[in-house]
């Protein structure tokens, strides 16, 4: 009886909170017989019984059934039958019970599977061992009896026909547990396969460049051979190779020719063809797109000229043709064009519309030299004037004008001992000193400045000067450099040919020297204006005001006796300077720290040049190279962007007359590659990326990792040519930065993998990869790996693993579980005691209802 009501199991168990109005009815019936109060109890507790839905359990416990599957296609090597039977033998043992499957293309159950796994049974045609149909082995073991089973498959994953794919949510339910079983390590194969030939993607014509040879030996005893290398059809290396089992690499140099693109090939033939059964994957080949050298046109006007400039530019890797103007080469082929101290007679008009349409159309034109290249009239009303960044001048020589301009502290210290009434003599004596033609400005300051007399002609200023700086009141504090920043901006728009600041003042400022030791050296360096300083008075920041006047190239004075104020003043307006006097023949290029071409060259001081041609940069033109004069810079090195191209004039010859500095000088290779590389055409840069095709189940798959950041919003999209003719398609966007697409390969052969980005409307080229597809992909022949891809699906799928640890383990006992309703009986019981205890009332005891 207890083991009976152990296997009654409630569904609504909530219903036995009814039990609690069972006093309730005591209560109700309490004047009636007990047989009464006993009838409704139990009719009551019967009700709630039938409520709470009571079931009854059975239990049957039953083993799970186990199923083994042998692929016996002809992929599987010799070697990896043996292991199928071995492992089959040591740790699973079929037993009876068991069922064993064999398959192919088809598959069937069989009893002798170990006589099959020998290749004993003639009955092996009957599966069509020359395809793998994994489909349409599990659609054979879906269509059994369902139960719970484990199935432990012996293949190497790799299915020729069908998916087994379209069935794993059919496996998913059914109960069936996949545990594929595989060697921890491929067994041999008497196969030799050439799986990589690697290579740069690009590089440049007469580069040498390393091919490395990847080739896999999957037997295990040593294989020997002769592996043999192509450059576009034509073979430059075979050698006698001894191969181990497993991977050797073997590395070769060669060198790149002109052609666009190198096309190798690498292939490998086995001595004895027992050692390598499977001849189609004894071969690779590779791409690389070659870069040809800048070809450069340098046009000499005398012969046997140009020999430095020359040897410099070939030594940066330019193919340079060296001609004279008597009969030069057509522009087109050049990327570059130099006229090297030509004169104009020397080429037709043809010639010289030709180089200006060359120039427009992209390309780059350099002009340098004496008289030939740059005297005024040469290239006048000829392409070439208009290409020139600079026109012929002759050099002029200007009266050299002042301008000055007074910086006077009005602080309140400048009270004592009259200190700002001689200032003001100072200032009036400097306007009369100065020439109708110089200029004068003064500015007044205390914490903050103004100007008192704005910066004029001396001439304009003589009627109103004196009366403009009796207007100076001292009071309040020192500041300097709000002073001299307004000093600066008086005269910087002056043209005069001398530009000097004069600073007085009795105290000491506020702010950091840092700042106003920053600003006249800058003023000085920069925009040539001197900054001289007096000091007034014991009290005067003497420190200060000496570097002040040793930064800013001027002079310093410090003047006790207020009286000698204008003397001083006067002095340092005849005596403006400490610089020597330059020599006419010493002159030292300055670079321009705008200049796009030189930007980056590291260079703290040029060489001095002998002499120059005179020009005048073009509007819109850029200043790289100057020679600076006290009232402008001249040009030495100028370019600009003419049409899609560039154009340089450099005004000196590099013959070694005004060069001669320049021949030795150590950064002259340096210079030259730097004007060259702005000169010529801009290459296209190849983004960085990285790209490979790799063989993913049973279908090529491309994969591209772009690396550059402006590469993120980019569609990327391929080409492949081949056997079949030309077949385009797009990559898919796995993650940033990574791409992927299924090639559309098939049939085996080589293929030229072409790639293109296209960002921003723009579509740039990037090198192309090769690939080799040895054999048909729905081929039978072993493989050096398995496909665990595909296995692992199943196994996952299913809920099994790959390979289990203790496949005894497997062993369960499956326990089902049946249920009974019995509510209904008791329903019946509650109703056939209600109608009895109504009966039994009636007749036996006569009471109403």
Same mark, same amino acid.
């Given at each position: 009886?207890?083991?009976?009501?152990?296997?009654?199991?409630?569904?609504?168990?909530?219903?036995?909170?009814?039990?609690?109005?069972?006093?309730?009815?005591?209560?109700?019936?309490?004047?009636?017989?007990?047989?009464?109060?006993?009838?409704?109890?139990?009719?009551?507790?019967?009700?709630?019984?039938?409520?709470?839905?009571?079931?009854?359990?059975?239990?049957?416990?039953?083993?799970?059934?186990?199923?083994?599957?042998?692929?016996?296609?002809?992929?599987?090597?010799?070697?990896?039958?043996?292991?199928?039977?071995?492992?089959?033998?040591?740790?699973?043992?079929?037993?009876?019970?068991?069922?064993?499957?064999?398959?192919? /293309?088809?598959?069937?159950?069989?009893?002798?599977?170990?006589?099959?796994?020998?290749?004993?049974?003639?009955?092996?045609?009957?599966?069509?061992?020359?395809?793998?149909?994994?489909?349409?082995?599990?659609?054979?073991?879906?269509?059994?009896?369902?139960?719970?089973?484990?199935?432990?498959?012996?293949?190497?994953?790799?299915?020729?026909?069908?998916?087994?794919?379209?069935?794993?949510?059919?496996?998913?339910?059914?109960?069936?547990?996949?545990?594929?079983?595989?060697?921890?390590?491929?067994?041999?194969?008497?196969?030799?396969?050439?799986?990589?030939?690697?290579?740069?993607?690009?590089?440049?014509?007469?580069?040498?460049?390393?091919?490395?040879?990847?080739?896999?030996?999957?037997?295990?005893?040593?294989?020997?051979?002769?592996?043999?290398?192509?450059?576009?059809?034509?073979?430059?290396?075979?050698?006698?190779?001894?191969?181990?089992?497993?991977?050797?690499?073997?590395?070769?140099?060669?060198?790149?020719?002109?052609?666009?693109?190198?096309?190798?090939?690498?292939?490998?033939?086995?001595?004895?063809?027992?050692?390598?059964?499977?001849?189609?994957?004894?071969?690779?080949?590779?791409?690389?797109?070659?870069?040809?050298?800048?070809?450069?046109?340098?046009?000499?006007?005398?012969?046997?000229?140009?020999?430095?400039?020359?040897?410099?530019?070939?030594?940066?890797?330019?193919?340079?043709?060296?001609?004279?103007?008597?009969?030069?080469? /057509?522009?087109?082929?050049?990327?570059?064009?130099?006229?090297?101290?030509?004169?104009?007679?020397?080429?037709?008009?043809?010639?010289?519309?030709?180089?200006?349409?060359?120039?427009?159309?992209?390309?780059?034109?350099?002009?340098?030299?004496?008289?030939?290249?740059?005297?005024?009239?040469?290239?006048?009303?000829?392409?070439?004037?208009?290409?020139?960044?600079?026109?012929?001048?002759?050099?002029?020589?200007?009266?050299?004008?002042?301008?000055?301009?007074?910086?006077?502290?009005?602080?309140?210290?400048?009270?004592?001992?009259?200190?700002?009434?001689?200032?003001?003599?100072?200032?009036?004596?400097?306007?009369?000193?100065?020439?109708?033609?110089?200029?004068?400005?003064?500015?007044?300051?205390?914490?903050?400045?103004?100007?008192?007399?704005?910066?004029?002609?001396?001439?304009?200023?003589?009627?109103?000067?004196?009366?403009?700086?009796?207007?100076?009141?001292?009071?309040?504090?020192?500041?300097?450099?709000?002073?001299?920043?307004?000093?600066?901006?008086?005269?910087?728009?002056?043209?005069?040919?001398?530009?000097?600041?004069?600073?007085?003042?009795?105290?000491?400022?506020?702010?950091?020297?840092?700042?106003?030791?920053?600003?006249?050296?800058?003023?000085?360096?920069?925009?040539?204006?001197?900054?001289?300083?007096?000091?007034?008075?014991?009290?005067?920041?003497?420190?200060?005001?000496?570097?002040?006047?040793?930064?800013?190239?001027?002079?310093?004075?410090?003047?006790?006796?207020?009286?000698?104020?204008?003397?001083?003043?006067?002095?340092?307006?005849?005596?403006?300077?400490?610089?020597?006097?330059?020599?006419?023949?010493?002159?030292?290029?300055?670079?321009?720290?705008?200049?796009?071409?030189?930007?980056?060259?590291?260079?703290?001081?040029?060489?001095?040049?002998?002499?120059?041609?005179?020009?005048?940069?073009?509007?819109?033109?850029?200043?790289?190279?100057?020679?600076?004069?006290?009232?402008?810079?001249?040009?030495?090195?100028?370019?600009?962007?003419?049409?899609?191209?560039?154009?340089?004039?450099?005004?000196?010859?590099?013959?070694?007359?005004?060069?001669?500095?320049?021949?030795?000088?150590?950064?002259?290779?340096?210079?030259?590659?730097?004007?060259?590389?702005?000169?010529?055409?801009?290459?296209?840069?190849?983004?960085?990326?990285? /790209?490979?095709?790799?063989?993913?189940?049973?279908?090529?798959?491309?994969?591209?990792?772009?690396?550059?950041?402006?590469?993120?919003?980019?569609?990327?999209?391929?080409?492949?040519?081949?056997?079949?003719?030309?077949?385009?398609?797009?990559?898919?966007?796995?993650?940033?930065?990574?791409?992927?697409?299924?090639?559309?390969?098939?049939?085996?052969?080589?293929?030229?993998?072409?790639?293109?980005?296209?960002?921003?409307?723009?579509?740039?080229?990037?090198?192309?990869?090769?690939?080799?597809?040895?054999?048909?992909?729905?081929?039978?022949?072993?493989?050096?790996?398995?496909?665990?891809?595909?296995?692992?699906?199943?196994?996952?799928?299913?809920?099994?693993?790959?390979?289990?640890?203790?496949?005894?383990?497997?062993?369960?006992?499956?326990?089902?579980?049946?249920?009974?309703?019995?509510?209904?009986?008791?329903?019946?019981?509650?109703?056939?005691?209600?109608?009895?205890?109504?009966?039994?009332?009636?007749?036996?005891?006569?009471?109403?209802?």
């Amino acid at each position: 009886m207890p083991r009976l009501l152990s296997q009654i199991e409630f569904l609504k168990p909530l219903f036995f909170w009814f039990l609690l109005l069972l006093p309730l009815v005591w209560f109700r019936f309490r004047d009636r017989r007990l047989v009464v109060i006993i009838s409704r109890t139990l009719i009551l507790l019967l009700l709630i019984l039938s409520g709470a839905d009571p079931h009854f359990a059975t239990s049957q416990a039953t083993e799970e059934g186990r199923i083994f599957a042998y692929d016996l296609s002809r992929s599987i090597a010799p070697a990896m039958r043996r292991w199928m039977e071995k492992a089959t033998e040591e740790s699973l043992v079929p037993k009876r019970g068991d069922r064993i499957f064999v398959f192919g /293309a088809e598959s069937e159950e069989a009893a002798d599977w170990r006589e099959q796994l020998k290749g004993e049974n003639s009955r092996q045609d009957s599966i069509r061992p020359e395809k793998t149909s994994l489909e349409n082995l599990f659609t054979k073991l879906l269509a059994l009896r369902p139960a719970p089973r484990n199935l432990f498959l012996f293949t190497d994953g790799w299915e020729t026909q069908g998916s087994v794919e379209r069935l794993l949510p059919a496996i998913a339910a059914a109960g069936l547990k996949i545990y594929p079983m595989v060697p921890a390590e491929p067994p041999s194969i008497a196969n030799v396969a050439l799986t990589k030939l690697l290579a740069p993607s690009h590089a440049k014509s007469g580069e040498a460049v390393s091919l490395k040879v990847v080739l896999e030996n999957q037997s295990d005893r040593v294989v020997e051979g002769t592996l043999t290398l192509s450059r576009n059809g034509q073979t430059f290396r075979t050698e006698s190779v001894k191969l181990n089992p497993g991977s050797q690499i073997f590395t070769y140099q060669t060198t790149l020719s002109e052609e666009p693109t190198a096309t190798y090939r690498a292939s490998f033939t086995a001595s004895q063809s027992e050692s390598d059964r499977y001849a189609a994957d004894n071969h690779a080949v590779a791409w690389i797109s070659v870069h040809t050298k800048a070809k450069i046109l340098l046009i000499n006007g005398q012969r046997g000229g140009g020999r430095y400039l020359e040897d410099i530019l070939k030594r940066q890797g330019f193919e340079v043709a060296s001609r004279s103007a008597d009969s030069p080469p /057509a522009p087109p082929e050049y990327k570059v064009v130099v006229f090297n101290n030509v004169e104009r007679e020397k080429f037709s008009p043809s010639y010289l519309a030709a180089v200006e349409r060359h120039v427009a159309d992209g390309n780059g034109f350099l002009m340098l030299g004496g008289e030939a290249s740059f005297s005024p009239g040469g290239y006048a009303r000829t392409p070439i004037e208009t290409i020139l960044p600079v026109e012929p001048k002759e050099p002029k020589r200007e009266e050299k004008n002042r301008a000055v301009v007074l910086v006077i502290d009005k602080s309140g210290s400048m009270r004592e001992e009259n200190r700002i009434l001689y200032a003001q003599e100072a200032a009036k004596a400097v306007a009369r000193q100065l020439k109708d033609n110089d200029s004068l400005g003064i500015v007044g300051f205390d914490v903050s400045a103004f100007v008192l007399v704005p910066l004029e002609p001396v001439g304009k200023l003589r009627r109103v000067i004196d009366g403009q700086i009796d207007r100076l009141k001292p009071g309040g504090q020192t500041y300097f450099h709000p002073a001299l920043i307004e000093a600066k901006r008086q005269i910087e728009r002056s043209t005069a040919a001398r530009k000097h600041i004069i600073l007085l003042s009795d105290g000491e400022t506020r702010g950091s020297q840092g700042e106003l030791v920053d600003l006249v050296g800058a003023m000085k360096n920069e925009m040539k204006i001197t900054v001289s300083a007096v000091a007034i008075g014991l009290e005067a920041d003497i420190r200060i005001m000496k570097r002040i006047s040793q930064y800013g190239g001027g002079l310093f004075h410090h003047v006790i006796d207020p009286t000698t104020l204008p003397q001083i003043v006067l002095q340092q307006l005849q005596d403006n300077t400490k610089d020597e006097p330059k020599s006419e023949r010493d002159l030292i290029p300055v670079q321009d720290r705008r200049s796009e071409v030189l930007a980056g060259l590291g260079v703290k001081a040029y060489p001095a040049v002998l002499g120059f041609m005179e020009t005048e940069l073009k509007r819109g033109a850029r200043l790289d190279l100057l020679i600076p004069r006290e009232d402008r810079s001249v040009p030495l090195l100028a370019s600009w962007r003419y049409g899609r191209g560039k154009s340089m004039a450099l005004t000196i010859d590099m013959e070694s007359r005004w060069s001669k500095n320049w021949i030795p000088w150590g950064s002259l290779q340096a210079f030259w590659e730097k004007v060259m590389n702005w000169l010529r055409p801009l290459e296209e840069p190849i983004p960085l990326h990285e /790209a490979r095709v790799s063989l993913s189940g049973n279908r090529p798959i491309l994969e591209l990792f772009a690396y550059e950041e402006a590469s993120a919003a980019s569609r990327f999209r391929f080409a492949i040519q081949g056997k079949g003719g030309k077949t385009e398609g797009a990559l898919s966007k796995l993650a940033p930065g990574h791409y992927q697409a299924a090639l559309p390969i098939f049939s085996p052969g080589d293929f030229r993998i072409e790639l293109f980005e296209e960002r921003q409307g723009h579509r740039i080229t990037l090198p192309p990869i090769g690939y080799t597809l040895p054999y048909e992909l729905s081929a039978e022949q072993p493989r050096p790996e398995f496909n665990t891809g595909l296995l692992l699906k199943l196994a996952q799928a299913s809920g099994g693993e790959i390979n289990p640890r203790s496949p005894d383990s497997l062993k369960k006992q499956i326990v089902t579980r049946s249920y009974a309703p019995t509510r209904q009986i008791l329903m019946i019981l509650a109703l056939a005691l209600f109608l009895a205890e109504v009966a039994a009332r009636k007749l036996l005891f006569s009471e109403p209802d």
